[in-house]
């Protein structure tokens, strides 16, 4: 099993800048493909990039694209969004999951873990 925890999340102006991190604990770290995926009031949870095992790979949801930045460490265990030029519409619950053996996935079903998410707000 792997714990997750999600922190960093708050309320910034648009515009602005936030770096969330991923926490991760329990199984090997870098047996998990990891993912960052968001969820707005009312809407279902979506894709938002993803890093593959080693770290050697990232894909992005075309609406972050050139804005985030994922990265992981396996050593500290640990995975990161940095989210530049944050818009109104990237206000949500942040999650991140952790899919065993996989490659990058955009598909929540196939994430056997996640965190408890974390709040960001993103002003106008």
């Known amino acids: 099993q792997v714990q997750l925890v999600e922190s960093g999340g708050g309320l910034v102006q648009a515009g602005g800048s936030l770096r969330l991190s991923c926490a991760a604990s329990?199984?090997?770290?870098?047996?998990?493909?990891m993912g960052w995926f968001r969820q707005a009031p009312g809407k279902e949870r979506e894709f938002v990039a993803g890093i593959s095992l080693q770290g050697g790979n990232t894909q992005y949801a075309d609406s972050v694209k050139g804005r985030f930045t994922i990265s992981r460490d396996n050593v500290k265990t640990t995975m990161s969004l940095q989210m530049n030029s944050l818009k109104p519409e990237d206000t949500a619950v942040y999650y991140c999951?952790?899919?065993?053996?996989?490659?990058?996935?955009?598909?929540?079903?196939?994430?056997?873990?996640w965190g408890q998410g974390t709040q960001v707000t993103v002003s106008s």
């Open positions: 999951g952790a899919a065993y053996l996989r490659s990058i996935t955009h598909l929540a079903w196939q994430y056997d873990y």
């Open positions: 329990g199984d090997t770290f870098s047996n998990y493909a």
